[in-house]
């Protein structure tokens, strides 16, 4: 069974930094682009970065510069560095990659379950 894990969240004060990381489990053949998202109370989810097997990588305006995504193929694992946390950073950030299982022959979209983050003085 394909799953993405996700650890990292917690609560932090303004200004503070804190990292996820997402790791797909055993079973996968190949990965292609691994994201990350969020979703703050009462709003949509959104792209907050991705970055492309061949480690391209887009942010959404609001993290340019406080945010960085890497990516670790070996361990199957994406990183979000996340510095200079603000308030309106504060959400359940979801992992999303697209992966290959090793008894299939095309990639498909999987998330993980979501970790909060709390930005609060």
């Known amino acids: 069974q394909v799953q993405l894990v996700e650890t990292g969240g917690g609560s932090v004060q303004p200004g503070e930094s804190l990292t996820l990381s997402c790791t797909a489990s055993?079973?996968?053949?190949?990965?292609?682009?691994m994201a990350w998202y969020r979703q703050a109370p009462g709003k949509q989810r959104e792209l907050v970065a991705s970055?492309?097997?061949?480690?391209?990588?887009k942010y959404t305006n609001s993290v340019k510069g406080r945010f960085t995504i890497s990516r670790d193929d070996v361990k199957r694992t994406v990183l979000l560095q996340m510095n200079s946390l603000k308030p309106e950073d504060t959400a359940v950030y979801y992992c999303?990659?697209?992966?290959?299982?090793?008894?299939?022959?095309?990639?498909?979209?999987?998330w993980g379950q979501g970790t909060q983050v709390t930005v609060s003085s």
């Open positions: 970055i492309t097997y061949g480690e391209v990588k």
């Open positions: 055993e079973g996968i053949s190949g990965i292609d682009n």
């Open positions: 999303n990659a697209n992966l290959q299982p090793v008894n299939r022959e095309v990639y498909s979209s999987w």
